[in-house]
């Protein structure tokens, strides 16, 4: 059974930082990401970290603001925000793609099999 927990979401202000976890069990897979859904917006995709070498994936509008990480590739995998914005407020969702071409396309949903449940960020101005 492949679980995917997330956490360290949480009410913060503007310009502030979270650090989010995720912790995952039951699969290794080929590749960790990140993605983020606001309401009434397409989930979409922030980051995401390939298990093998650790080669990472970045959104265009992270722009240095987002750092994903894992401190090696069985252990949680993290996702650093900083100087957070109203505009970043959304649940950030931890995903799991266990293909051997999963990092293929890391940018897309359909490339991740599992999902977690996801931690909601808020930030207000």
């Known amino acids: 059974q492949v679980q995917l927990v997330e956490s360290g979401g949480g009410t913060v202000q503007a310009g502030e930082s979270l650090r989010l976890s995720c912790v995952s069990s039951?699969?290794?897979?080929?590749?960790m990401g990140w993605f983020r859904q606001a309401p009434g917006e397409a989930r979409e995709f922030v980051a995401a970290i390939r298990r093998r070498d650790g080669y990472k994936y970045y959104a265009n509008f992270v722009k240095g603001r987002f750092t994903v990480s894992r401190d090696n590739a069985e252990g949680p995998m993290y996702l650093q925000i900083n100087s957070l914005k109203p505009e970043d407020t959304a649940t950030y969702y931890c995903a799991l793609g266990a293909r051997s071409d999963s990092y293929a396309y890391s940018d897309r949903t359909e490339s991740y099999d599992y999902w977690g449940q996801g931690t909601q960020v808020t930030v207000s101005s």
């Open positions: 039951g699969r290794r897979g080929t590749i």
